[in-house]
């Protein structure tokens, strides 16, 4: 049996659960709502203060949707009580981030600035030129929008400069050795 699948989701304070009969989740909370359709044949049972996630038989579909079903409600309900929050840093002379209302100008070496509008549920935040963090309720669109912003400039691995995310490692190669002078 899936370990993840068949551990239980405590619910916050604050947070309600509605579960319609076409396994559509609806969460509410304190940072918003979100909706997800679950697999039909998952079945979801809501105790007082905690979710379980059941699957059906010992099929392979059954024991792959199982801890899937799992951990996407224990991420709505994670996202509405504290929501999610991923951190990307900037490296190299001249690159910079700067906030413009709502919006995100990046000057990353290009002729021109980059413009960034953030989608809906999303923010954008500068905390230093060099560090830039995106919020929302939805880990898959924090997630999906902090890899576009690191699309536009991705760490190379020769001077190190360009947009990492935070914490994050990059091997660094050696450039080529200087000429030996053939005398």
């Not at 909370?29 to 998952?42: A, C, S």
């Not at 792959?64 to 504290?82: E, K, P």
């Not at 910079?96 to 413009?115: C, E, P, Q, T």
Request: aromatic share 4%.
């Amino acid at each position: 049996m899936s370990r993840i699948g068949r551990k239980p989701i405590t619910l916050p304070k604050g947070v309600e659960i509605k579960v319609s009969e076409d396994n559509t989740v609806v969460v509410k909370g304190p940072k918003g709502n979100l909706t997800r359709q679950i697999h039909p044949e998952m079945k979801i049972v809501q105790h007082e203060s905690t979710l379980e996630v059941q699957r059906p038989s010992e099929s392979n579909l059954h024991r792959a949707l199982h801890g899937l079903s799992r951990t996407l409600l224990d991420n709505m309900i994670t996202g509405v009580s504290t929501g999610y929050r991923r951190d990307l840093e900037i490296a190299g002379v001249g690159y910079r981030a700067l906030k413009d209302g709502n919006m995100l100008v990046l000057l990353l070496g290009y002729s021109h600035a980059i413009r960034l509008e953030p989608p809906p549920g999303i923010t954008f935040g500068v905390d230093s030129p060099t560090k830039v963090n995106v919020q929302g309720i939805n880990k898959e669109e924090v997630g999906q929008e902090a890899a576009r912003i690191r699309g536009m400039r991705p760490p190379e691995p020769y001077k190190g400069k360009g947009i990492r995310y935070a914490g994050e490692v990059i091997r660094r190669k050696a450039g080529k050795a200087g000429k030996a002078s053939k005398k």
